[in-house]
Nanobody, 128 residues
Framework: QLQLAESGGGLVQPGGLLRLSCTAS????????IGWFRQAPGKEREGVLC???????PNFADSVKGRFAASRTNAETVSLQMNPLTPEDTATYYC??????????????????????WGQGTQVTVSS
């Protein structure tokens, strides 16, 4: 069974940093695009960034460019580094994946419908 699990959420002060992890079980992430999404209270879930695979370039939401970055830690784990954080970053953060089968240099997709597997989410609260 393919599963994803996020970890690392918590409370952080504005201007602080936080690192989230997404760990896969039942498969490796080598041929999967990894996306990070978030949902704030009362708002729709939105794409934050995606980490490409098989040639695909990363893709970032404008709101996080220059502040958020993602990297593959190992075959099963991806991290999301967030720095500096603002209160507007408060949300539940989700990782998700979709498998890719061919090489392309296009940016990975930040649309939710592209993703096949989702984690349960981890809460990030930015407050003083």
């Amino acid at each position: 069974q393919l599963q994803l699990a996020e970890s690392g959420g918590g409370l952080v002060q504005p201007g602080g940093l936080l690192r989230l992890s997404c760990t896969a079980s039942g498969f490796t992430l080598d041929e999967y695009v990894i996306g990070w999404f978030r949902q704030a209270p009362g708002k729709e879930r939105e794409g934050v960034l995606c980490l490409g695979a098989t040639g695909r370039s990363p893709n970032f939401a404008d709101s996080v460019k220059g502040r958020f970055a993602a990297s593959r830690t190992n075959a099963e784990t991806v991290s999301l580094q967030m720095n500096p954080l603002t209160p507007e970053d408060t949300a539940t953060y989700y990782c998700a994946v979709y498998r890719v089968f061919y090489f392309t240099e296009e940016k990975c997709a930040l649309t939710q419908l592209a993703y096949d597997y989702w984690g349960q989410g981890t809460q990030v609260t930015v407050s003083s």
